[in-house]
């Protein structure tokens, strides 16, 4: 499916002021990328004491090679939110000039 994808990143914040008090980071989404995405598993199965949860796992692909994050938002090609998730892994593929991104 075609969609979008954005990188969390940080906007400021960090360290601390004068006195000692830390500044807490500000984050924000990167601009958004085109990507490829299909889901490898999506069931309701997940169970927690109080309730269930949804178990999902999404294999993105990319063609900006640089693109780098730990966080993602994932979209559909309608500007929905799929699912927002940390970055399982991410590896190169230079023969096909994408990148695979797991979360």
């Given amino acids: ?47 927690y004491q109080d309730g269930n949860f949804t178990q999902s796992e999404y294999v993105i692909t990319v063609q900006d090679q640089n693109f780098n994050a ?3 938002l994932l979209k559909d090609s309608r500007g929905n939110v799929v699912c927002e998730k940390q970055v399982q892994y991410l590896e190169v593929l230079e023969t096909i000039q994408r990148v695979k991104i797991t979360i």
């Fill in 1 to 47: 499916m075609k969609g979008t994808i954005q990188a969390k990143v940080k906007k400021s914040g960090g360290g601390q002021t004068p006195k000692g008090t830390a500044i807490p980071d500000v984050f924000d989404w990167g601009e958004p990328v085109e990507c490829l995405y299909k889901a490898n598993t999506h069931n309701n199965k997940g169970k």
């Fill in 70 to 72: 730990t966080q993602v």
